[in-house]
Every structure is written in C-alpha cells, then in structure tokens.
C-alpha cells in the first residue's frame, strides 16, 4: 500500500493527527520514501476491505519502521507502534510491538480466523516516540527511471510525451514525439489553465499518429519509449506485435505504467491474459464501453461511461502489476517474436517499468 501516493494526492481516505513529514531515507543501500513522525502521532486509511491486495490477508505489506536520533537525548529507549483494524471505531484485531534504530517490518493485524477484512475497515497506527528521536515509516524503495531511459539509445518514437517528454535528442539519440491530435487540440482538452506548459513548449519534433500504427517504416526504430500511456491501450499484446515490426533488430520497447495496488486502480482487478486474448483476436484498437464502464465503477464517478467514450476521454483500459505484466510479456515472448524482457519493480512504489527486445 503506498502511503506516499495517498498522501500526495490528498486521498479522503487518510486521516491524520500529530508531528509527520515526507522524507528520502537511506535503508539497506537503497534511498527510499518515507514518513517521518515525531512525538505522539497517528494515522488511519478508510475502505481497505476494498483494497485488492489485502484481500489474502498479508501478514506484512512491505512497510519497515525504525528510530532516528535528531537529537541530544538524556537515554536511549525504543519507540512503541500500534496497529489496529477498526470498523466504525469499533476494535475488531490489533497489534503493538517495541522497535529501535534497526528497520523492522511492520506485520498487519488481521484476525485470520475471519477470513476477510470486515466491509468499512479502517487500518490505524499510533506512534510513540521518544524524546530526541523521530520514527521513520519506510513505504517503498525509490526507483529510478533513468535507468529505463538510458536504453533509449539510436532513432526512436516518445508516444504520448504532451508537452514534457522524457526522451531528449543527443549525441547517442535522435526520437520524435507521437501525439494523436494537433498540440492546440491537446491544450484545448488536457491543458487549459496551462498548467503542463504546453505554451511554452517546443513542438517543432512532434507527429501525429497513433499508438496502433507508428508513422515509421518497419525495421526503422532502436526503441519506442512511452510513460503512463500503456495502460491507456486496448489489446496490448497487438500494441506490442505491431511495435515489433516497427523495431530494428535488437530494437526495444520501453515503457513506465502505474502499479495498480499503489494507486487509485488498488481496488481493481489486474487484467487476466485471457481478456487481453480476446481483444487480439477481435482485432479491438480503442477502448469500448466496457472499458470505460468498468474504469468509471471502479473510480465511483457517475459518468455515462457511453457519452465519456464518445468524447474521447482519457481512461485506464488495463490495470497492472508485476505478475499479470509478466503474463502479457512472456506471451509476447513465445507468441510474438520478442527474444527477452525485463520488469524493474518494487513494492509500494506508485509505478514500474518493463524493457522488451526484438
């Protein structure tokens, strides 16, 4: 569960009370993200009966917590970390333990014999934390997307960059970008108040297309790079069948895309192989009503999802994380002609990244 995500984006679902703070924190050689409390603190997360992930009841969800010194303290004492399952205030199973300046995994408090969280749950945790010391709450380790980048070697396609692409010309690297409308249609629709500085941006690199059909020759491309536009696509295994042959011997596809269970898809479900079979057999290219009414449900907004199609509307069509991502590029693997990919994750972490090579 990505507490950083739910933070970050004001999510009605987290309460808080007390002394906290986001921080980078260095555990185990890795930088990772953080929340840092002091004093007495607490927080609660509403609504995780709905959340996917939790269904099986994990004994641990990827969070550690430990001390740090910040300052003089007259003796050294541990901290002390309550977690609780709650309904309607009501306590229904709990966990407490001692933890110190050695990370500690913190374990989840379900009552098992249950077998399923209660609908309306609320998970709590209070800190104690002793004077001249902070509690760091590791969420996730932070990945870093310019090792994705750095294979965007040699001519290659950005699909769906707006206005901030990611790939940048240089001495090793010659890219266009790839929009589907002209970039005042893009404003009109994605940027009105100008907030992604469209304005002001350099579009003199950019053409129009489409994801389905890249406009370079077959065998033209050392890579095609895309970052949260993958899960936008209906069939992705045609996407990745098509980009194949737009690709040069060795050629890869990169792309970055949302970890369902870090983010607003958490109470989804990943898309099975054989729906996305289904969409390569029919031939299908743009999300249908089904995709849209199954995205609108899941968001609980009240939208036609027929009148949102209609408009084009920019909506998740799959949801992923690493096993059913893993599905998808072994097929691509065996049934499409791809030799080798790779899947850089981790937990909690709101997106990953996927390579696929000729």
Known sequence: MNLIDLINRSDKRLTSKGDWRQIKARYDENIWRAVEFANEAAFTISGIDKVYRLAA??????????????????FFTSAKVKIRLEKHGRKMADKSFRFDTSAVPVPMPWNKRDGSIPDDAQLHLSFKVPRGYVAELLVHKALDRKELLKLAVGRGIEIGPGPRPQVHESSSTLVRYLEEMPIEKWAELYDPTGKYGTATADFSKYVIGTADNLPAEDGSLDFIFSSHVFEHLANPLGHLARWREKLAPGGVVLAIIPEMHSTKDSIGRPSTIDEIRAEFEAGIWRPNEGHYERYFTLRGMKESAKDMMEKNSSIHAHYYDKDNLKVLLDTAVK???FSSYQIIHEDNHKDFYFSIRK
């Open 335 to 337: 049934e499409h002609g």
């Open 57 to 74: 009841l994990p004994d641990e969800i990827g969070w550690f917590v430990r001390l740090r010194k910040v300052a003089k303290a007259s």
